[in-house]
């Protein structure tokens, strides 16, 4: 059964979205503009969050720009305190609690998958503090290169990840002296307001992070007026390619540098030599369907040599049937999308070995299809498809525009890093699922294509200025 917030909760979400600049306080929403959030599972009211208007958008650049003018300027040591202090806010009993309930409530995540996010919000965090180090300045007698602070920078986070996220597109940022607006999911605002929350009780300045709430019908107006503001700086992008196009195509229009981490359409080789069939198939079972594969580093094509195909298909498709962290799709429209895409590639040839073709409600069950091919539009979402040699997987699993994340699975370690340097991916998991990243390494798409570009590190949100002393 679903509850609606408390006066108190609801006052404390729209004082998220006040403006704290230099005691300049002005509540949101004078005309009370709302949205609710409901969960995918019960279908109850959750949440009720404030929708900025145009107004608070400029509200909250203007009071990044203002804090902008000394966070720039402030010693790495006072900024190692801050967030060192928020590592440890992160890892009381107190926010695991309130970040696992708000998964629940708000996306109906299972209490291993709300308890992961958690776990890798922890982790980002500190990896987040450990990059602090990399600020350096290059010195010769003529040059002294220092690495700058960009300004204000547009934060967008989608709701899969909310925590894990939410920390990565403002941790890196503002560690590194910018700014940031942050527009949170609509489909997780209070997952992802406990950053604000944490980092506000650790001292961070009035202004240096505002949250900006959006309803889903305003985002499209907002999100360019946001982008073509003159104070914003950066673009930081994280969710759909969809999505991702139509706001790196706003920060052109400006000439504003993005940050995009989009679909990832995640191949898996599987060579003949495998020892432990039932380990691999495991591994791909929980990497395709952790949150029902809504995640960007979920397994959505299984490659495979067809010397242990079969045996690896037998145990997939009895883990996949019997496999019990079903995940709610986020919206109707979701589960449409995918029932559509299975019953096209039916009709187009491929093979059905597990499928009900209906949800329950927004939980679909696992699906396998066998002989996906390019052309049918689930190539680009998931298959299983065996081959006979190395060089048919490398230019099956290479098939894609996609570069975010690969995984390869042989008893060969040579031979796992000689396809891994010829795959075009960004992250490559020798013998492991590809949900799996290193958080001193947060998953990125450095190379090209539809997964996007960018890095969390310091060359993202820094430039280098090269001053030269010219001699008497």
Request: net charge neutral; glycine share 6%.
């Amino acid at each position: 059964m679903g509850y609606k917030l408390s006066d108190s909760q609801l006052l404390q979400l729209q004082w998220l979205i006040c403006l704290l600049a230099h005691q300049r306080c002005r509540p949101t929403c004078k005309i009370w503009r709302l949205f609710e959030v409901v969960n995918p599972v019960s279908k109850g009211l959750v949440g009720t969050a404030a929708a900025a208007s145009i107004e608070d958008c400029t509200d909250a650049i203007e009071a990044a720009a203002r804090a902008f003018q000394t966070w720039q300027f402030s010693t790495t040591a006072k900024r190692r305190a801050i967030f060192e202090k928020a590592c440890a806010l992160l890892q009381t009993a107190e926010y695991e609690k309130k970040m696992i309930a708000a998964l629940q409530d708000e996306v109906g995540a299972n209490p291993h998958a709300a308890a992961f996010n958690w776990r890798i919000t922890v982790a980002f965090a500190s990896a987040a503090l450990a990059a602090l180090g990399q600020l350096t300045t290059e010195l010769s007698p003529r040059l002294s290169i220092p690495q700058l602070t960009l300004a204000s920078a547009l934060s967008c986070c989608p709701w899969n990840l909310p925590g894990g996220l939410s920390v990565l597109t403002t941790f890196y940022p503002i560690i590194f002296g910018n700014t940031v607006v942050l527009k949170p999911s609509e489909y997780a605002p209070r997952s992802q307001a406990f950053v604000l929350d944490v980092l506000q009780a650790a001292g961070l300045p009035n202004g240096v992070l505002n949250l900006i709430p959006m309803s889903r019908d305003s985002s499209p107006q907002l999100i360019p007026h946001i982008i073509a503001h003159c104070s914003i700086r950066k673009v930081v992008f994280v969710g759909s390619g969809r999505v991702g196009r139509i706001v790196a195509m706003e920060a052109a229009k400006h000439l504003k540098p993005c940050f995009l981490e989009l679909g990832g359409k995640v191949p898996a080789i599987v060579l003949d030599d495998v020892v432990d069939v039932n380990k691999v198939a495991k591994d791909i079972v929980s990497g395709s369907f952790w949150q029902s594969g809504q995640a960007c580093i979920a397994t959505e094509r299984v490659i495979v040599q067809r010397g242990v195909s079969e045996a690896l298909l037998a145990s997939i498709c009895r883990m996949a049937k019997d496999f019990k962290f079903i995940d709610p799709l986020i919206s109707a429209g979701a589960v449409s999308n995918f029932l559509g895409m299975v019953e096209e590639a039916k009709n187009a040839g491929a093979e059905v070995l597990l499928s009900d073709f209906k949800g329950e409600g927004l939980v679909v069950r696992a699906h396998i299809m066998k002989d996906v091919r390019p052309g049918m539009r689930l190539w680009d979402e998931e298959l299983f498809g065996p081959v006979d040699t190395v060089e048919e997987a490398i230019e099956m699993a290479n098939a894609s525009d996609h570069s975010l994340m690969a995984a390869i699975w042989t008893a060969d370690a040579d031979v796992a890093k000689k396809v891994a340097t010829r795959l075009r991916s960004t992250y490559v998991n020798i013998n492991g699922s590809t949900v799996f990243c290193e958080p001193t390494h947060p998953i990125a798409s450095a190379g090209s294509g539809a997964s996007g570009f960018g890095e969390f590190n310091v060359r993202e949100f820094t430039y280098k200025q090269i001053t030269v002393t010219h001699s008497n």
